[in-house]
């Protein structure tokens, strides 16, 4: 019975999870997968105690009920992580490595990138409102972020698209993106540089 809970909820839970990762601009793979097993575990805590007293009121209430518990976890993983003190735990920083690696071309290509994908975020969700706007929103980064082709993003069940229709969102939100990001100050900034 675990097994087949695992095999229909892992796709969403997984999608859940990476959708809000990648909302806070990162993409940590181990981080995602360790967030998949924290919520796991939170359905599973006190003998699968929140699972036995849901109300299942119509078909979709326990797919909404782990995108929520899925979406908690993340939030709470985050705010945890950044309620800490400054500096809690850490070592102090070699000011003259700090200042070598940021004169690193990779180093700065990895902060332009980091950045260029917060734009990226930033422009699809202004689209939030759109129907469909978060299975949307997981398809662009399951392709762009964890490589997966159309292909395997239109097998995942929870996507409930053709090939031809996952295509068909990529292009859009590509388009999207492109035309926000080309009339975007943050882009001209850049450019001055």
Known sequence: MWTEFVRRFQPLIAGIVTKWVL???TLNRSLIDDLVQDTYLKICANNFKALRDFDFRHENALFGFLKVVSAN???DHFRGSFSQKRGSGREEEDLEQAMASSRNP???YSVEREILMREIAHCLE???SEPNFARDYAIFWLYYRQGLTAKAIA?????????KGVESTLLRLTRLVRAKLAASPAKSRRGER
Do not use: C, K, M, Y
Not at 155 to 160: E, H, L, N
């Open 23 to 25: 909302r806070r601009g």
């Open 73 to 75: 976890v993340v939030e």
């Open 155 to 163: 097998d995942i069940p929870t996507i409930r698209l053709s090939l």
């Open 126 to 128: 202004e689209h939030a």
């Open 106 to 108: 990779e180093s700065s």
